[in-house]
């Protein structure tokens, strides 16, 4: 049994040593292009999609927006975001729980990101595979939606750890759940202090200024670094 | 792809495991049930409401929390008089039946009636693991969105029953229960639906007759000693 178990580890340890190196390729590749790429994650029905849709009308008029949707299975996602405007791709990944570098890298390549400023990953909704794999994006935003409760941090910790950003999404139903946006900040800040952290409703759009100007000012910075070499 | 083999050589013994544990629980006539639904979704809170109502039900049940870290669901269960224990995954993303078994080796089975296994919060890897369960149940609940059959279909395609809980928010979102069941339906049509509050009670207690009936034939012969 226990021998077993080793094995399983060891192959999950190259599995990822590998995963790395692809997502140097993509990160490179994305420099090159001066596109700033963001892996977002979340359990199901946190509201990736409608905070996407949101995020893209606010940048839609400056950027030109890609996403790449992935999942399990069905296309409903790419269909929302290319009514929104962005410029979308379905993946799917064939059962598989999570993207890793080289479904990105072939997502890509179908694609065609070189004018694009902003491209999203939108990945498998699931709060632990995701967190395991590095994609090559530029940062890694997680949605928590109030409904979930605030004890997430403690038991998706790995999550939390990895990502740049923390979006709290479903803020207009915080009065019918019991969720503390503190303690949930306190637990997330405690496995990752330097995490960014916007509470939002992607249905009322409250809260959406502070993100889109996070957002904004890495999408710049990028663009910046990019044209300067 | 190297990941693809390796799942499956861990499937195929999975699967011996798999019915060796659910032989070992019909012999003892002791029912297992998988408790699967994505994170936050109110597994432990459906949980707690079902051990609180076990003094009028009569059930004696256990509760093997699956997590990758931390203990707080465990703690939850347990001071409600429920016997547990709290198996940590070590980053594992689900629950594979060898797991299962060492753990309920671990917690002692012989006198219960049901156990629940809550799994790791996840709507997809655990769908692909036996984990010798006797009855697969799974929870969507309310703010999640009626469109989660259409994401994941494999969960709702193994599962034996749908609980769809936080119906007491529903007037706060865009739920269509009719929709999801025929979304789920189409999936599975044999599967069981109930929805429920375990915050308010609505709903419990057909979900608690159909478990006590299941329990029974379980426990009687009436069900196979397979899923």
């Not at chain 1, 890694?140 to 004890?151: A, K, T």
């Not at chain 2, 069941?181 to 375990?198: C, G, H, T, W």
């Not at chain 2, 006590?212 to 426990?219: E, G, M, R, V």
Request: proline content about 4%; overall charge negative; some cysteine.
């Amino acid at each position: 049994m226990s021998d077993r178990a080793f094995e399983i580890l060891e192959t999950k340890e190259r599995i990822l040593a590998d995963n790395d190196a692809v997502a140097q390729t993509v990160r490179s590749r994305m420099r090159e292009e001066g596109t700033f790429f963001i892996n977002l994650m979340s359990s199901p029905g946190a509201g990736k999609t409608t905070t996407l849709v949101r995020t893209i009308a606010a940048l839609k008029d400056r950027y030109r927006i890609g996403v790449l949707e992935a999942d399990v299975d069905s296309d409903v996602d790419a269909r929302t975001v290319t009514e929104a405007g962005a410029r979308a791709i379905q993946l799917h990944t064939g059962g598989s729980c999570h993207m890793d570098a080289d479904m990105t890298l072939r997502g890509l390549d179908a694609f065609d990101t070189k004018d694009l400023d902003i491209l999203f990953l939108e990945n498998v909704g699931n709060l632990v595979c995701p967190a395991e794999f590095d994609v090559g994006a530029d940062a890694r935003v997680m949605i928590l939606s109030v409904p979930e409760g605030d004890d997430k941090p403690l038991k998706y910790p790995l999550m939390f750890r990895v990502s740049d950003c923390l979006l709290i999404n479903k803020t207009d139903v915080e009065p019918v759940f019991s969720f503390s946006e503190e303690a949930c900040l306190q637990r997330a800040r405690k496995l990752n202090p330097d995490i960014a952290f916007f509470p939002l409703s992607a249905k009322t759009g409250d809260g959406f200024g502070a993100w889109i100007r996070w957002l904004t000012q890495r999408v710049e910075a990028k663009r910046e670094t990019s044209a300067a070499g | 792809m190297k990941v693809i083999e390796l799942k499956e050589s861990v499937t195929a013994s999975n699967e011996a495991d798999a019915e060796r544990l659910r032989a070992k629980m019909k012999q003892e006539g002791v029912l297992l049930v998988n408790v699967m639904s994505s994170p936050g979704s109110g597994k432990t809170t459906l949980l707690s409401a079902l051990i609180r109502d076990s003094r009028e039900t009569k059930l004696k049940i256990g509760v093997l929390e699956a997590d990758i870290a931390s203990d707080v669901d465990a703690a939850a269960v347990e001071k409600l008089g429920a016997r547990s224990i709290q198996a940590h995954t070590d980053g594992m993303c689900h629950m594979d039946a060898g797991m299962t078994a060492r753990a309920l080796e671990e917690m002692g089975t012989k006198d219960l009636d049901v156990i629940f296994l809550e799994n790791v919060g996840n709507l997809i890897c655990p769908a692909e693991f036996d984990t010798g369960s006797g009855l697969n149940l799974m929870i969507l609940s309310v703010p999640e969105g009626d469109d989660k059959p259409l994401k994941y279909p494999l969960m709702f395609e193994t599962s034996d029953a749908l609980v769809i809980t936080k119906t007491d928010a529903m007037p706060y979102f865009d739920f269509d229960a009719k929709r999801c069941a025929e979304r789920v339906r189409k999936l599975n049509p044999d599967i069981r639906i109930f929805p429920v509050s375990a915050v308010t009670g609505d709903g419990m207690p057909e979900l608690e007759h159909w478990l006590a009936a299941k329990i029974s034939d379980w426990q009687t012969g009436a069900s196979p000693a397979k899923r």
